[in-house]
T-cell receptor, first 114, second 114 residues
Framework: AQSVTQPDIHITVSEGASLELRCNYSYGATPYLFWYVQSPGQGLQLLLKYFSGDTLVQGIKGFEAEFKRSQSSFNLRKPSVHWSDAAEYFC????????????FGKGTTLSVSS | EAGVVQSPRYKIIEKKQPVAFWCNPI?????LYWYLQNLGQGPELLIRYENEEAVDDSQLPKDRFSAERLKGVDSTLKIQPAELGDSAVYLCASTSGPSGGELFFGEGSRLTVL
């Protein structure tokens, strides 16, 4: 079955500390992988996406993610977290073809402490 | 370029009442999605449209939910009658071929059923 697992429901990180959010997927075809962020009361905003090529992808707001096929993982990282990064983060997988739906994980809530 | 527009942003109704949500996708995006997001969960697909055709409505509870996309642009999602368990955020997203599978989301319509 196609699915996305985000093992961490809630993570708290000190401001300025590094961050890693985990994502594991199960997908029958070549996966196209996405990380979205959702602030309270807002829609989902794309942080970054992986289609092919370099397995380390850079996104907006200083985020990056690494695709590891052998581990079926696509973990999101940021070297130094800012208070404004507090939000809900969703990993998603799709077929990469126009029109196919994305399958989302349940999300990880990030809190940033001062 | 305008993003995906949804209305209303918030709706409070009594159970058994009808409710409708409207979505205007990004201009030129022929694929439109309605996702359901329960509190603390990731988005789950309700229905996908290719132009005016519903090509995947397998997750839409058809006994009370209906949707339409007249002329292949705007879309309306209706619930009649609403139940307490329908309280959630209803997200609309759109995409096109060149987007490579990336979905663009609206801010969502938050429904509270009392």
């Amino acid at each position: 079955a196609q699915s996305v697992t985000q093992p961490d429901i809630h993570i708290t990180v000190s401001e300025g500390a590094s961050l890693e959010l985990r994502c594991n997927y199960s997908y029958g075809a070549t996966p196209y992988l996405f990380w979205y962020v959702q602030s309270p009361g807002q829609g989902l905003q794309l942080l970054l996406k992986y289609f092919s090529g370099d397995t380390l992808v850079q996104g907006i707001k200083g985020f990056e993610a690494e695709f590891k096929r052998s581990q079926s993982s696509f973990n999101l990282r940021k070297p130094s977290v800012h208070w404004s990064d507090a939000a809900e983060y969703f990993c998603a997988v799709g077929a990469g073809q126009a029109g196919t739906a994305l399958i989302f994980g349940k999300g990880t809530t990030l809190s940033v402490s001062s | 370029e305008a993003g995906v527009v949804q209305s209303p942003r918030y709706k409070i109704i009594e159970k058994k009442q009808p409710v409708a949500f409207w979505c205007n996708p990004i201009s030129g995006h022929n694929t439109l999605y309605w996702y359901l997001q329960n509190l603390g969960q990731g988005p789950e697909l309700l229905i996908r449209y290719e132009n005016e055709e519903a090509v995947d409505d397998s997750q839409l509870p058809k006994d009370r939910f209906s949707a339409e996309r007249l002329k292949g642009v705007d879309s309306t999602l209706k619930i009649q009658p609403a139940e307490l368990g329908d309280s959630a955020v209803y997200l609309c997203a759109s995409t096109s071929g060149p987007s490579g599978g990336e979905l663009f989301f609206g801010e969502g319509s938050r429904l509270t059923v009392l």
